[in-house]
């Protein structure tokens, strides 16, 4: 069984900044891929970003030079700063982890940028 707990959501001001964590456990594999997705009203679920064990990233194009993901192997968790936020950025945001064939997704967390 893995679970995964999300936080760092919340309302923040065009320009703004925020950092989302995402800590994972139960039975996970050592070569696992973890990332995020949002999905804001009225659409389909994206990419954001996802970050290999080993570290390779891949950035949807929306938010690169603006977003940044991190992962610490040892406590299972990844990281999203998230900087310059824009309010087309507003969604749900989901983390999900890859691992031994299968994917876990989180509850998700409110990001919601207005001013």
């Known amino acids: 069984q893995v679970q995964l707990v999300e936080s760092g959501g919340g309302l923040v001001q065009p320009g703004g900044s925020l950092r989302l964590s995402c800590a994972a456990s139960g039975s996970i594999f050592g070569f696992n891929t973890m990332g995020w997705y949002r999905q804001a009203p009225g659409k389909q679920r994206e990419l954001v970003v996802t970050?290999?064990?080993?570290?390779?990233?891949n950035y949807a194009d929306s938010v690169k030079g603006r977003f940044t993901i991190s992962r610490d192997n040892a406590k299972n968790t990844v990281y999203l700063q998230m900087n310059s936020l824009k309010p087309e950025d507003t969604a749900v945001y989901y983390c999900?982890?890859?691992?031994?064939?299968?994917?876990?997704w989180g509850q998700g967390t409110q990001v919601t940028v207005s001013s």
């Open positions: 970050i290999t064990s080993s570290g390779r990233t």
């Open positions: 999900k982890l890859q691992t031994g064939g299968r994917n876990y």
